[in-house]
């Protein structure tokens, strides 16, 4: 397994997977999945429900385990070629820790506050004193324009409000990779805007992103590649507009029609 693919630019990519696979029993999830993500690209990740996205995406922050292949991420390489991870219990946490992961459902801690939900994981995992992590979380809750609700709860926010304070909690991890598993999909129609203009507001800081989705036009503006997945293969890949203008594979003709 030898991971070398290079961007056209000759520099390393941030993320790299080669020969991935998963099954659950006998139900083959992932086939043998490759892509190449260079430093401070956006992958929009489109595909019928069941391909596969999530596990995927889950994979990448370690979340689910793949069978076989090799995930790079910033240099982090993790072989499953063996069948199993081999890594002790710290590596994998650092693994993981590369990657900042937003759901569909925000899952936030409903018993917190805002900020003490953006603070939890630098004080209790990467040991932060509680002022600096105050401090961080204060300036993230500015950047998604919660700076006003730091002491609510949950559930007194909008679904909108909420995904944006997920947002910051990943980012409060320092992660180089942001991975947002269909994050508008549970919102309102009139949520949405709010949270998309955030994911837009980090792709032109320079993150590095998988988004899945299913804001075509989103994916079209702000992705540089997309990627359409099938039953368990990258069927597709391309530049954002190709694929979503003209896409040339007749599988991502037929999905893409849905949306029209
Ligand atoms: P997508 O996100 O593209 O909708 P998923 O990755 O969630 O697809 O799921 C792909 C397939 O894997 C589906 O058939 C799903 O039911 C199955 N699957 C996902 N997670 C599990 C699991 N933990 N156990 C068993 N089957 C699963
Ligand atoms: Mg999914």
């Known amino acids: 397994m030898t991971g070398k693919a290079q961007t056209a630019n000759g520099a390393d990519p941030m993320i790299e997977v080669v020969g991935l696979k998963k099954s659950f029993g006998a139900l083959h999830v992932l086939k043998d999945i490759n892509l190449s993500v260079p430093r401070g690209h956006v992958v929009a990740m489109i595909g019928p429900s069941g391909s596969g996205k999530s596990t995927l995406l889950r994979s990448l922050n370690l979340l689910s385990l793949p069978d076989a292949g090799c ?3 910033g240099g982090h390489r993790m072989d499953f070629s063996m069948g199993r991870v081999s890594m002790r219990d710290r ?3 650092a693994f993981r820790a590369g990657t900042g992961m937003v759901f569909q459902n925000f899952n936030l801690f409903p018993h917190m506050s805002v900020i ?3 603070m939890i994981g630098p004080v209790s995992v990467l040991k932060q004193d509680k ?3 105050r401090a961080q979380a204060t300036e993230l809750l500015a950047k998604v324009g919660l700076a006003a609700r730091a002491d609510a709860r949950p559930e007194q926010l909008s679904g909108g409000q909420k995904q944006r ?3 910051a909690r990943a980012l409060a991890m320092k992660p180089e990779v942001m991975l947002f598993d269909e994050a508008t999909s549970a919102l309102d129609p009139a949520l949405v805007g709010e949270v998309l203009a955030v994911i837009r507001q980090l792709a032109e800081q320079g993150m590095t992103m998988i988004l ?3 804001e075509m036009a989103f994916a079209r503006d702000v992705a540089d590649t997309v990627i359409f997945m099938q039953d368990g293969f990258v069927v597709e890949t391309g530049d954002a507009r190709q694929v979503i203008n003209e896409p040339r594979e007749a599988a991502t003709r037929d999905f893409l029609s849905h949306f029209h």
């Open 91 to 93: 590596d994998l946490a």
């Open 131 to 133: 002022a600096t992590a």
């Open 212 to 214: 899945v989705t299913h």
């Open 116 to 118: 003490d939900n953006v």
């Open 71 to 73: 995930i790079t991420i």
């Open 165 to 167: 304070v997920a947002i």
